[in-house]
Nanobody
Framework: QVQLVGSGGGLVQAGGSLRLSCAAS????????MGWFRQAPGKEREFVAA????????YYADSAKGRFTISRDNAKNTVYLQMNSLKPEDTAVYYC????????????????????WGQGTQVTVSS
C-alpha cells in the first residue's frame, strides 16, 4: 500500500509560479513511477506529467511542455511539479499518482495505470 500526500497548491496570478509536492510512503525497496494529473471544474481528470523511478525519463502533456517540470527526490520519497508561466486555464485540483514498477526507467501517463492517488491540491490562477 502506498499513501500519497500532495501539497503546495494555492492562489497565484497569471504568469506566476507554484511548486507542488507529493510525499509518498510505501514499502521500502520498491520502485514507483509517479505522475501528476489535474481536474478542472466540470471536466474530466487529465494527465499533466510523469516520471520514472530513476528520474531520468519524463513525459509531459502538450499543455505542460515548456512550462512545467516534474522531478523527484527518492531520498525524501517526494515528487515535485514546478509550474511556471501559469495561466487561468491551469486552474484545477492537481493529483499525484503512483504505480509500483519492476523497472526504474519506465513511466506511465494513463490514469487507469495508476492504482495509488493523493488527495489533491487546489491550484487557482487568476487573470
Amino acid at each position: 500500500q502506498v499513501q500519497l500526500v500532495g501539497s503546495g497548491g494555492g492562489l497565484v496570478q497569471a504568469g506566476g509560479s507554484l511548486r507542488l509536492s507529493c510525499a509518498a510512503s510505501g514499502r521500502a525497496g520498491r520502485y514507483y513511477a509517479m505522475g501528476w494529473f489535474r481536474q478542472a471544474p466540470g471536466k474530466e481528470r487529465e494527465f499533466v506529467a510523469a516520471i520514472s523511478w530513476s528520474g531520468g525519463f519524463t513525459y509531459y502533456a502538450d499543455s505542460a511542455k515548456g512550462r512545467f517540470t516534474i522531478s523527484r527526490d527518492n531520498a525524501k520519497n517526494t515528487v515535485y511539479l514546478q509550474m511556471n508561466s501559469l495561466k487561468p486555464e491551469d486552474t484545477a485540483v492537481y493529483y499525484c499518482a503512483a504505480r509500483e514498477t519492476l523497472s526504474t526507467l519506465i513511466y506511465y501517463f494513463k490514469e487507469y495505470e495508476y492504482p495509488y492517488w493523493g488527495q489533491g491540491t487546489q491550484v487557482t490562477v487568476s487573470s
